[in-house]
């Protein structure tokens, strides 16, 4: 895949906290933080809308756990996302704020195609 760049990354609201990536495209952005899934997009009038599908694990009877995706949806103004910077994207459902930072720091070699693959599961799964 040409032109990819992988930053890591931390999103947070207010009881949670993730580290993770975030993968820079010339045609998508997208975040993995460990088994949450971030997309985001970025419209003509600069509105920046993230989906994060989180996973939850419900006990629903022990030792019988039950696993599903919960989307999340957040939106501010402005340029697309660049490293370095902290971004806070407010839902319009009366949830926490998320706040998004991108590190400076890419990942690169052996370690940026595992988290691609991981990715690429992960789109999968929580998508389906």
Not at 37 to 62: D, G, Q
Not at 101 to 125: C, F, H, M, P, W
């Amino acid at each position: 895949m040409d032109n990819v760049l992988i930053y890591e990354a931390t999103y947070r609201m207010e009881n949670v906290f993730a580290e993770g990536f975030i993968i820079l495209t010339n045609e998508y952005v997208e975040g993995i933080f460990a088994n949450d899934y971030m997309a985001i997009y970025s419209e003509i009038n600069k509105i920046i809308t993230v989906t994060l599908r989180t996973l939850i694990v419900e006990v629903v009877k022990y030792p019988i756990f039950k696993m599903n995706y919960i989307s999340h949806q957040f939106s501010t103004t402005g340029e697309l996302l660049c490293p370095g910077k902290e971004y806070v994207f407010f839902s319009n459902i009366n949830l926490d704020d998320l706040h998004l930072s991108i590190s400076e720091d890419t990942v690169e070699g052996e370690k940026a195609d595992t988290i691609l693959n991981q990715l690429l599961k992960l789109r999968q799964i929580s998508q389906s």
